[in-house]
């Protein structure tokens, strides 16, 4: 345990901060404390929105008048959840895959390697934007539903490469332990292999790349928020201020979004 002291104190804190998140309908503010114009006594207008932070808004507010700190808070369960759900994808399905190369069809190995070899050279963001584009590039009537399903896809899709060949990498290293070819010449099979001898270290690293693909999957996020690509999509509304057209904010209140 005190090996991974920090680990643990990290998932508590993000644990914390989600249930947090999930339970923010029943003691949150539903309109995040939304203050545009703050008035003197005498009616006059001696400030707008955005204000810095203060005793009453800790985190400052957007154009909107919205309270950032209520906003981080409840839009924390969509950033977590996704990234977690993304990050379980990829190790789940980049895995089976990566151990199907390696036990069933080696010979096709070096062609995937070869076609995933370009997920290498080019940056995926830039691939992230491509495929996104359609769908969240402008404002539209999509439900968020299919657009949030989507992204989810799209976000899988760039970790699934890099998953499979590690998977398949380490695969080829296990078959090749004393252990596992005594299996072999005892006549075990590979169901039987995969299950008893390769599952346990497997998993292992199963858990510390799920941690690199949940970083992994914050830190595109956070690149495409930069971009005005929101998970979840874009707020119709945009943002209120004097900018024409204008600007667009997220429609899930999600962190990339917000610091987009």
């Known amino acids: 345990m005190k090996k991974y002291k920090k680990t643990i104190i990290g998932s508590t ?52 008048g919205e309270d950032m700190h209520w906003l981080l808070l409840y839009g924390a369960k969509f950033t977590l959840i996704s990234a977690f759900g993304v990050a379980l994808l990829r190790v789940f399905l980049g895995g089976i895959f990566g151990i199907f190369l390696s036990m069933w069809a080696p010979f096709l190995k070096s062609y995937v390697k070869d076609f995933f070899l370009t997920f290498r050279y080019i940056p995926s963001i830039l691939i992230a934007i491509i495929l996104m584009k359609p769908i969240v590039g402008d404002f539209n009537d999509v439900a968020v539903s299919s657009i949030v399903t989507y992204q989810i896809i799209i976000l899988v899709f ?52 799920s941690v690199q693909q949940f970083i992994s999957t914050l830190h595109i996020t956070m690149q495409l928020g930069l971009f005005g690509m929101f998970l979840g999509g874009r707020n119709r509304a945009g943002i209120m201020g004097f900018d024409e057209p204008p600007i667009p904010a997220t429609l899930s209140n999600e962190w990339a979004g917000l610091i987009g």
Do not use: C, W
């Open 13 to 64: 804190l993000l644990l914390l901060l989600l249930i947090i998140s999930i339970l923010y309908p029943y003691f949150g503010p539903k309109d995040f404390n939304h203050q545009v114009l703050v008035k003197n006594g005498q009616g006059d207008i001696i400030g707008r929105a955005p204000f810095p932070p203060s005793e009453k808004h800790f985190l400052g507010t957007n154009r909107n």
């Open 158 to 209: 760039i970790g699934f490469p890099s998953v499979t060949i590690f998977t398949s990498d380490v695969t080829d290293e296990l078959l090749k332990t004393s252990f596992v070819q005594s299996s072999k010449l005892m006549g075990a099979g590979k169901i039987h292999i995969v299950r008893k001898q390769l599952m346990p270290y497997i998993r292992s690293y199963g858990i510390l790349f």
